[in-house]
Nanobody, 117 residues
C-alpha cells in the first residue's frame, strides 16, 4: 500500500506559476501509474494529468500546453508544474496512484490552489 503526501499549493495571481509535489512511500513507486486530479466544491473530481511508470504523459485539454507532469522514480515523487494559471484552475489538487497490477487506486489528502488577483 502506498502513502501519498502533496505539497506546494497556495495563492497565486492569474498568469503565475506553481509547482505541486507528491511524495510516495510504502511501496515500489515504479509499480504505480501516477496522476493529478482536481476538484471544486459541488463538482466531480477531474483528471488533470497522468504519467506512466515509463514516463508517458497525458493531459486534460484544459491544461495542455500550460501544465507539465513529471515523475522521479528514484525519489518516488511526482510533480505538476503549472504555468499561465487561470482563475478556473482554482481547486483542490489530489495526487493519485494506480497500482498497475490490480488497478487499485490511492489518494493523497489534497492541496489547495487558488488563482486570484
Amino acid at each position: 500500500q502506498v502513502q501519498l503526501v502533496e505539497s506546494g499549493g497556495g495563492l497565486v495571481q492569474p498568469g503565475g506559476s506553481l509547482r505541486l509535489s507528491c511524495a510516495a512511500s510504502g511501496s515500489i513507486f515504479s509499480d504505480y501509474a501516477m496522476a493529478w486530479y482536481r476538484q471544486t466544491p459541488g463538482k466531480q473530481r477531474e483528471l488533470v494529468a497522468t504519467v506512466t511508470s515509463g514516463g508517458t504523459t497525458n493531459y486534460a485539454d484544459s491544461v495542455k500546453g500550460r501544465f507539465t507532469i513529471s515523475r522521479d522514480n528514484a525519489k518516488s515523487t511526482v510533480s505538476l508544474q503549472m504555468n499561465s494559471l487561470k482563475p478556473e484552475d482554482t481547486a483542490t489538487y489530489y495526487c493519485n496512484a494506480r497500482y498497475v497490477w490490480s488497478n487499485r487506486t490511492y489518494w493523497g489528502q489534497g492541496t489547495q490552489v487558488t488563482v486570484s488577483s
